[in-house]
Each structure stands twice: as C-alpha cells, then as structure tokens.
C-alpha cells in the first residue's frame, strides 16, 4: 500500500466508527416486530406435530370417578384425624405425643387444604354425596369444620363413635395410650385408601393425585413406626 492509500484509511477510519454507532442507536430504538407465540401439540408416535392457535389453553387431564371420590372421602378421614389431635388438650401425657399430635394436625390440614383445590379446579364438589338424608345430597359441605366421630360413613381405619367417646373421656396415660392405637388404626385405613385407588382401573392416572398420594403412603407410614415405638415405651 502505498503513502496515499495508508493516508486516506487513516482518515476515513473515524468515520466507520461514527457509522457502526449510528446504525446500533438505530437498532435500539427500532420498535420490536411483535410475534405471536407458537403453541406446538406433539404428534402420536408416527403422527407429525401440529400448530394449534396462539389462543390455545392447556387443559386438565381427564379425571375418574375413583379420583374424585378418594379426594372426597380422604378429606373427611384427614377431618377426623384433625378431631383427635385437638382432644389432646388437658388430656395428654407425653410430651414427646403432643408434638407428634401437633406435626400430624399441621401436615394433614394443609394437605386438606390441597384436596380442597384440586377438586375445586376440576369443578368437582370436595365432599361425598351425604347419602342416607332423605335422598338430599349435599355436596358443597365443608366438611373441615364438622364432628367427625358421630358421621355416618367412615372411610377404612376411622374411629367409631364409641372409640372416639373413649378418647374424649380418657386422661394421662390412658388418654396417650388410645390417641397411639387409635391414631395407628387411622394411618392404616389411609393406607389402605391409597392401596384401593390404584386397585381400581383407570384411577390415579392425573399427576398431582399420584404425587400427594406417593407423599401421605410414605409420610403415614414413617409416622406410624413412629407410634409403634411409642406405644411400645408405654406401661
């Protein structure tokens, strides 16, 4: 390159820089091509996918009855085991039981809170039908607040009326002694619960139904061993 040509690329050389700044200024404050989002259904194996409109919602899978009714019914059965921990009040014993009572109350009232909003989003009432009444059903009836101990289903494990006198008329160490045996009796029945949805074809299929029910089979079960032994320190 000869003296002139290194000259005039020296003095041009500013000016590509004034240029590269004014076109990225320019790409800046260029408003940006608004673009509907692709909504993508994937194809069965073998099928091609398909684009389905930008107003398209996702929607929850299909439920079966079995679902529904074991949401109903473990509400209930999650109630009565709430019933049993407030008696603890005046009555219990062991310090070490009180606690468990209180773990038990906090972890299956939020869990009833759950049951409660996936039935609610699925349209679905979040009790069982109140059969036997004069053939009224009463679908709609919160059922966190009600006497658990003198209804009349009881779903596997629940403690009968007169389980739940004892209970309630029981102090010290008789009162610890009955709340194990029966609270035991009541996780086994949950157990059981569970055990039956899955038993029954085509039920359990929805993700978070399996999910919770994987949590209360295990939490249950870790929570029973743990009265086990307790009842096992017992006189």
Do not use: C
Not at 73 to 102: C, N, P, T
Not at 176 to 199: C, E, P, S, W
Not at 202 to 231: C, H, P, Y
């Amino acid at each position: 390159m000869n003296t002139f040509a290194r000259i005039r690329t020296i003095k041009l050389w500013p000016f590509v820089g004034v240029i590269a700044a004014l076109v990225f200024t320019l790409f800046l404050i260029m408003p940006a091509t608004s673009q509907e989002p692709v909504v993508v259904q994937p194809g069965a194996p073998g099928q091609p996918t398909k684009t389905l409109p930008a107003s398209t919602r996702a929607q929850l899978p299909a439920i079966a009855p079995k679902d529904v009714e074991f949401m109903q019914g473990m509400i209930m059965h999650h109630a009565q085991a709430v019933e049993m921990v407030a008696l603890m009040d005046g009555r219990v014993e062991s310090k070490e039981l009180r606690l468990l009572g209180a773990r038990i109350s906090h972890s299956q009232s939020e869990e009833m809170k759950f049951m409660q909003r996936w039935l609610e989003a699925r349209g679905q009432p979040t009790s069982l039908p109140m059969k036997g009444m004069a053939g009224m059903d009463m679908p709609g009836m919160d059922m966190g607040g009600m006497d658990m101990s003198h209804h009349h289903m009881l779903m596997p494990g629940m403690l009968t009326p007169k389980q739940m006198e004892a209970l309630k008329n029981a102090k010290g160490a008789e009162f610890d002694r009955l709340f194990l045996t029966g609270m035991i009796q009541h996780h086994t029945g949950a157990l059981t619960m569970v055990k039956d949805l899955y038993n029954t074809a085509g039920a359990g299929q929805d993700a978070e139904l399996f999910t919770f029910t994987t949590d209360v089979d295990s939490g249950q079960r870790a929570e029973i061993k743990i009265m086990q032994t307790m009842l096992g320190q017992k006189p």
